[in-house]
């Protein structure tokens, strides 16, 4: 069992940053891709990023690709989210991931063994 607990989000006005954190229970951190995906009102859940159980290889999304850069620390079972450059469509509730499966399935939300509860970001234009 992982049990995942978002913070960081908030209030931004566009063009600023956030940093979201993901600290992660269980003694298997390690050896799970770690990721993050967005739900907006009225929309479908969509992937953010995600990073293989080393940090060593990375996905994004093309919407944040060059804005966002995601990185774990395992030491501290933690996962985190750097939005930079954020825009009002980035506004959305973010979720943390995990999963035992290869880097490129855990991209699709329904590849995701354990979900966190989320957190809000709302950016304003």
């Known amino acids: 069992q992982v049990q995942l607990v978002e913070s960081g989000g908030g209030l931004v006005q566009a063009g600023g940053s956030l940093r979201l954190s993901c600290a992660a229970s269980?003694?298997?951190?390690?050896?799970?891709?770690m990721g993050w995906f967005r739900q907006a009102p009225g929309k479908e859940r969509e992937f953010v990023a995600v990073s293989s159980w080393s940090g060593g290889t990375t996905y994004y999304a093309d919407s944040v690709k060059g804005r966002f850069t995601i990185s774990r620390d395992n030491a501290k079972n933690t996962v985190y989210l750097q939005m930079n450059s954020l825009k009002p469509e980035d506004t959305a509730v973010y979720y943390c991931a995990a999963a035992r499966t290869r880097l490129e399935a855990a991209t699709e939300a329904r590849n995701m063994d354990y979900w966190g509860k989320g957190t809000l970001v709302t950016v304003s234009s």
């Open positions: 269980g003694r298997t951190f390690t050896t799970y891709a």
